[in-house]
């Protein structure tokens, strides 16, 4: 199951407007760094964040883009780390919530994951990423009991063509 974050130019929060607002400037360091993570350029983009970040630690579209390439360069826990302190300091943001339950749920925290989608849906209730992915994480979690419920009983034909179901709606997924 994958769960999908939201890419980090997306974040539309009136905390980051004030930021870019303050220092228009600054625009141009994202567009960068978010060029260099396009091209998967993972190291130049991690110096360039962490740059922008040593005058600015507390700039949360740069630490949400630095948790993007921590992810890139394979550095899982240094990206959990990031979002989860992204969490404590913004709780208000559903973007950094959204994008941690994506990291839980590859790893198989899914309790994990779940709560953090639920916080993103507080945070904010029309966020379509986060509702997909609370669905998506849902639709895993019952695919699990139906294949345990055929592992229990496997002559039982319901369980099985539920969880070869659900199996084909997880895998049909484009992204």
Not at 35 to 52: I, Y
Not at 65 to 80: H, N, P, V, Y
Not at 90 to 104: G, K, R, S, T, V
Request: hydrophobic content about 45%; some cysteine.
């Amino acid at each position: 199951m994958v769960l999908h974050p939201v890419r980090p130019l997306r974040c539309a929060v009136l905390a980051i407007v004030c930021w870019l607002s303050a220092a228009p400037a600054w625009a141009d360091v994202y567009a960068d760094v978010q060029r260099l993570v396009g091209r998967q350029e993972w190291d130049k983009a991690q110096t360039l964040a962490k740059q922008h970040l040593s005058s600015r630690a507390q700039d949360p579209q740069m630490r949400l883009l630095l948790s993007r390439i921590q992810e890139g360069l394979g550095q899982i826990d240094a990206a959990t780390a990031t979002l989860l302190e992204l969490t404590l300091t913004f709780p208000e943001l559903a973007e950094p919530h959204n994008n941690l339950a994506a990291l839980y749920a590859q790893a198989g925290r899914y309790d994990d994951a779940l709560a953090c989608l639920n916080r993103a849906i507080l945070a904010r209730p029309d966020y379509a990423t986060a509702l997909e992915n609370l669905g998506d994480l849902h639709a895993a979690l019952a695919k699990q009991a139906y294949d345990r419920s055929v592992k229990a009983a496997p002559d039982a034909p319901r369980p099985r063509s539920k969880a070869q179901a659900l199996g084909q709606i997880l895998q049909a997924d484009p992204r």
